[in-house]
């Protein structure tokens, strides 16, 4: 493994290879520390049976960069990009979420985003404060103080509980139906990299070095075939496998928020807010 300790922001033992690696994609996370207890509000009502396939992707039309990788829109100071993985993730996932329960599609200036990367000690400008973002304490952000979108509107995670068997996709796939969204943190390899970069699905090599800890979110789930993990990272979706998740995810996360709320009150599946931060418990 070619950064054990996941410290954040450290390269890890292995040179990059420009041949191989996708630039500028290695952002990295902090250690996770433990699960994060949750508000329940109501007794808990069990989640759906697993579903097929679930998909709470496609209807999206955009999927920004948000300045963890090279964009023109990034900031003079970050041009090739920031270690903002958890950030940008958060802001896909609200815009999923908000999509799937019918309301218009939401995005959020990279300035927002950065904001958000500013309250886990980054500081705009200055590299050696670019070490990325503990999980626990970006949600903690996320829902005590939110991310304003380019309309001047606030969204927050209404809750959020860390899964007690990341490794378990037939929990990851009732939790997407049911919330809209899964967080995600993984050891990165240079594999998936150049998965990524080749717009091919990415398969588990046994030996494949890890380069570091990234956050991504997985908004569809398909059956069969190869790639049935639908993830959003760097701007893009990236396939994994089943085999390529059981051997590096080190963390998985419901993350449930008021933007998977339709207009009627309910979810897709047809639980309220109160509902879904009760089955918070099921995850842990």
């Not at 270690?83 to 927002?112: I, K, L, M």
């Not at 999980?135 to 899964?163: E, I, M, R, S």
């Not at 068997?165 to 809209?180: C, D, E, F, I, K």
Request: charged share 15%.
């Amino acid at each position: 493994m070619a950064n054990p300790g996941r410290i954040p922001g450290k390269k890890g033992l292995n040179p990059r290879d420009p041949d191989r690696y996708v630039l500028t994609v290695e952002h990295y996370l902090r250690q996770w520390e433990g699960p994060v207890k949750s508000r329940v509000v109501t007794p808990a009502q069990a989640l759906p049976a697993e579903p097929g396939d679930v998909d709470r992707e496609s209807a999206v039309t955009d999927w920004p960069m948000y300045v963890n990788g090279p964009d023109p829109s990034n900031p003079s100071y970050a041009t090739t990009g920031i270690g903002c993985c958890f950030w940008a993730g958060s802001g896909h996932s609200f815009t999923a979420q908000r999509v799937y329960a019918g309301w218009p599609e939401v995005h959020f200036g990279n300035d927002a985003i950065i904001t958000g990367y500013e309250s886990t000690g980054y500081v705009p400008g200055d590299p050696s404060t670019d070490q990325g973002t503990d999980p626990a304490q970006g949600l903690k952000f996320l829902h005590d103080t939110g991310l304003v979108d380019l309309d001047g509107n606030t969204h927050k995670v209404a809750g959020y509980a860390f899964f007690g068997n990341p490794r378990n996709t037939s929990l990851m796939a009732q939790v997407l139906a049911a919330g809209g969204t899964v967080g995600i943190a993984f050891g990165c390899t240079q594999g998936y990299e150049t998965a990524f970069s080749r717009g091919v699905p990415c398969t588990w090599h046994p030996g494949d070095p890890t380069v570091g800890g990234h956050w991504v979110v997985l908004q569809r789930r398909s059956v069969g075939g190869t790639g049935v993990l639908h993830e959003i990272t760097w701007g893009a979706e990236q396939r994994v496998t089943r085999r390529y998740n059981w051997h590096t995810i080190t963390d998985a996360a419901m993350i449930v928020s008021q933007d998977y709320i339709q207009a009627n009150g309910t979810s897709l599946q047809g639980f309220d807010l109160e509902q879904l931060l009760a089955d918070m418990s099921d995850v842990e």
